[in-house]
């Protein structure tokens, strides 16, 4: 979906995760800000300088990494920076997706409006125009290590300057898979971007950073800024449909132990039961329910866990945000100075962080699944929610699929950046691996996503029996997202073709209806 209302300025300001999805995701427009401008060609005026020093300089008259001590002739720099460019291009696999490239370009183009790279302006302005036209290089699954930053899938970017390499232009990735890629020379030419030639520093400017893994933090943040929701509303939904008590999510309860994200959980979940006929509550002379399973009452506990670790990450995203990370750079007094700055550590770790948090909230949801289905948990419900238990499995499999996702969750959750491996003849002797990080986490929320949407396919197939049975009345949110999904998902009578349903329930989450649907009826935004 193409944002026609949404400009992002760069160099004025750190760009914010909202920009990075809004270029990603949504194709906006970038302007380059005048005075940013300004910065760039003041830090190339040092790096030319340096560029007719007698002296070596790293990647302005020598060679890379373990090379570094081999002097450039002058006339051979253009053909050091094009070979850096090439031989870094060394990527392999399938094809990173669209928004995840648009998203390292972005990045990139910030670090190089910062004035800190000594690239000439021509370069700012030429790959936001290759942004701005919708070309987006091919990148592969494979070749970074996330130390120096994340270096082939840059370098297969900076081939598209160069007017080398393949791109894809528009979104006919997203559209057709397999569609074929087309020559970048052949995309820059029908829109009127003038091929580079590099010069002295600039290829190393182009690959030298965390943007890749950073870009990929941005996306997956954005994701969970709506899964946490869904989350807290999927778990209501379930112990309303469990009949299971809401007196566990009382906020004083949960002011004895303060972290802010179960504060927001427990109150959304005590939102969406609010007005429920379902839920157990204490009444005189009668006994009711004490206590819900741990998957039930501990949901806030666990989903707020999830919801501050991602807080964490939040802040370490913005730190990265308004970072320049290059090697060497230009300092604001002159000095070109080598660095480590382009370390993929402090991204890394979070990445993998997350991915722990995601598969624990995937891991809770499979189990309230679960207890739908088991009639000695289930209070009342059919076999497997089956319409003839027997003749019918019902949901049975349904469970089995997210049992399956969860365990692969369970393994994706393996931190990648503890496994450094030494490159470049020992040079590059510890790397962070957050490449690797980003790729599994956005494997493991799209597996969240899935979990989820087990989980209301469950809820909403076990209100129609406790309709039937005159159980009592749901609340607002939760009958708005059970009239949600029988628009495209019909009780059945019998046991139907199940995937596509599954399918249709992970569409209701993805596009954002269930949300909808929940604060549409609640009248107010799921924190």
Same mark, same amino acid.
């Given at each position: 979906?193409?944002?026609?209302?949404?400009?992002?300025?760069?160099?004025?300001?750190?760009?914010?995760?909202?920009?990075?999805?809004?270029?990603?995701?949504?194709?906006?427009?970038?302007?380059?800000?005048?005075?940013?401008?300004?910065?760039?060609?003041?830090?190339?005026?040092?790096?030319?300088?340096?560029?007719?020093?007698?002296?070596?300089?790293?990647?302005?008259?020598?060679?890379?990494?373990?090379?570094?001590?081999?002097?450039?002739?002058?006339?051979?720099?253009?053909?050091?920076?094009?070979?850096?460019?090439?031989?870094?291009?060394?990527?392999?696999?399938?094809?990173?997706?669209?928004?995840?490239?648009?998203?390292?370009?972005?990045?990139?183009?910030?670090?190089?409006?910062?004035?800190?790279?000594?690239?000439?302006?021509?370069?700012?302005?030429?790959?936001?125009?290759?942004?701005?036209?919708?070309?987006?290089?091919?990148?592969?699954?494979? &070749?970074?290590?996330?130390?120096?930053?994340?270096?082939?899938?840059?370098?297969?970017?900076?081939?598209?300057?160069?007017?080398?390499?393949?791109?894809?232009?528009?979104?006919?990735?997203?559209?057709?898979?397999?569609?074929?890629?087309?020559?970048?020379?052949?995309?820059?030419?029908?829109? &009127?971007?003038?091929?580079?030639?590099?010069?002295?520093?600039?290829?190393?400017?182009?690959?030298?950073?965390?943007? &890749?893994?950073?870009?990929?933090?941005?996306?997956?943040?954005?994701?969970?800024?709506?899964?946490?929701?869904?989350?807290?509303?999927?778990?209501?939904?379930?112990?309303?449909?469990?009949?299971?008590?809401?007196?566990?999510?009382?906020?004083?309860?949960?002011?004895?132990?303060?972290?802010?994200?179960?504060?927001?959980?427990?109150?959304?979940?005590?939102?969406?039961?609010?007005?429920?006929?379902?839920?157990?509550?204490?009444?005189?002379?009668?006994?009711?329910?004490?206590?819900?399973?741990?998957?039930?009452?501990?949901?806030?506990?666990?989903?707020?866990?999830?919801?501050?670790?991602?807080?964490?990450?939040?802040?370490?995203?913005?730190?990265?945000?308004?970072?320049?990370?290059?090697?060497?750079?230009?300092?604001?007094?002159?000095?070109?100075?080598?660095?480590?700055?382009?370390?993929?550590?402090?991204?890394?770790?979070?990445?993998?962080?997350?991915?722990?948090?995601?598969?624990?909230?995937?891991?809770?949801?499979?189990?309230?699944?679960?207890?739908?289905?088991?009639?000695?948990?289930?209070?009342?419900?059919?076999?497997?929610?089956?319409?003839?238990?027997?003749?019918?499995?019902?949901?049975?499999?349904?469970?089995?699929?997210?049992?399956?996702?969860?365990?692969?969750?369970?393994?994706?959750?393996?931190?990648?950046?503890?496994?450094?491996?030494?490159?470049?003849?020992?040079?590059?002797?510890?790397?962070?691996?957050?490449?690797?990080?980003?790729?599994?986490?956005?494997?493991?929320?799209?597996?969240?996503?899935?979990?989820?949407?087990?989980?209301?396919?469950?809820?909403?197939?076990?209100?129609?029996?406790?309709?039937?049975?005159?159980?009592?009345?749901?609340?607002?949110?939760?009958?708005?997202?059970?009239?949600?999904?029988?628009?495209?998902?019909?009780?059945?009578?019998?046991?139907?073709?199940?995937?596509?349903?599954?399918?249709?329930?992970?569409?209701?989450?993805?596009?954002?209806?269930?949300?909808?649907?929940?604060?549409?009826?609640?009248?107010?935004?799921?924190?």
């Amino acid at each position: 979906m193409t944002d026609n209302t949404h400009t992002v300025i760069l160099g004025d300001a750190p760009l914010t995760r909202a920009d990075v999805v809004a270029v990603a995701r949504h194709d906006a427009k970038l302007e380059l800000a005048p005075a940013a401008l300004a910065r760039v060609a003041a830090s190339r005026a040092v790096i030319e300088q340096l560029a007719d020093d007698s002296r070596p300089h790293y990647g302005v008259s020598t060679g890379f990494g373990a090379l570094a001590k081999v002097q450039i002739p002058v006339e051979k720099r253009q053909q050091l920076q094009r070979s850096l460019i090439r031989s870094h291009a060394a990527g392999t696999g399938p094809e990173v997706e669209r928004e995840v490239v648009r998203s390292l370009m972005l990045l990139r183009l910030q670090t190089l409006m910062t004035g800190r790279t000594g690239v000439r302006e021509v370069v700012a302005r030429t790959y936001a125009e290759i942004i701005n036209a919708g070309i987006t290089p091919v990148v592969h699954e494979y &070749g970074s290590l996330g130390c120096s930053g994340d270096l082939s899938p840059l370098a297969h970017c900076a081939l598209t300057l160069m007017g080398e390499g393949n791109v894809r232009v528009g979104a006919v990735a997203d559209e057709d898979p397999h569609a074929p890629t087309i020559p970048a020379a052949e995309a820059l030419a029908d829109a &009127g971007i003038e091929p580079l030639v590099l010069a002295e520093k600039e290829g190393l400017a182009l690959i030298n950073g965390t943007d &890749g893994m950073l870009g990929m933090l941005c996306l997956a943040l954005g994701d969970l800024d709506e899964l946490f929701a869904v989350a807290d509303f999927a778990a209501a939904a379930s112990i309303e449909a469990l009949t299971g008590t809401d007196a566990v999510f009382q906020p004083e309860l949960h002011a004895l132990r303060p972290h802010p994200g179960q504060s927001s959980s427990a109150a959304n979940m005590a939102a969406v039961l609010a007005d429920s006929h379902l839920v157990q509550r204490p009444r005189e002379g009668e006994f009711t329910r004490v206590q819900d399973a741990y998957s039930l009452r501990c949901a806030p506990q666990v989903h707020g866990a999830a919801r501050d670790t991602a807080s964490h990450a939040d802040r370490v995203a913005a730190v990265e945000l308004a970072s320049a990370v290059d090697n060497p750079v230009v300092l604001p007094d002159g000095r070109v100075e080598s660095n480590g700055n382009f370390h993929g550590a402090p991204v890394a770790y979070v990445l993998d962080f997350l991915a722990i948090a995601v598969a624990d909230l995937a891991s809770i949801s499979e189990r309230r699944t679960d207890r739908f289905l088991d009639v000695s948990r289930s209070h009342g419900l059919p076999p497997f929610l089956a319409a003839d238990a027997g003749l019918d499995s019902g949901l049975m499999i349904a469970q089995y699929t997210a049992a399956g996702i969860v365990s692969e969750l369970k393994r994706l959750a393996v931190p990648a950046s503890v496994d450094s491996i030494p490159s470049s003849a020992m040079q590059e002797d510890h790397v962070s691996m957050g490449w690797a990080a980003a790729r599994k986490l956005r494997r493991a929320i799209d597996g969240l996503r899935r979990v989820l949407s087990i989980e209301l396919l469950t809820s909403t197939r076990a209100l129609d029996f406790r309709a039937a049975d005159g159980a009592g009345t749901p609340g607002a949110a939760t009958a708005a997202v059970h009239a949600l999904f029988r628009t495209e998902i019909p009780a059945p009578d019998t046991d139907t073709f199940l995937s596509p349903t599954i399918d249709a329930a992970v569409g209701f989450v993805a596009s954002g209806a269930v949300r909808e649907a929940a604060e549409t009826a609640l009248d107010r935004r799921l924190a």
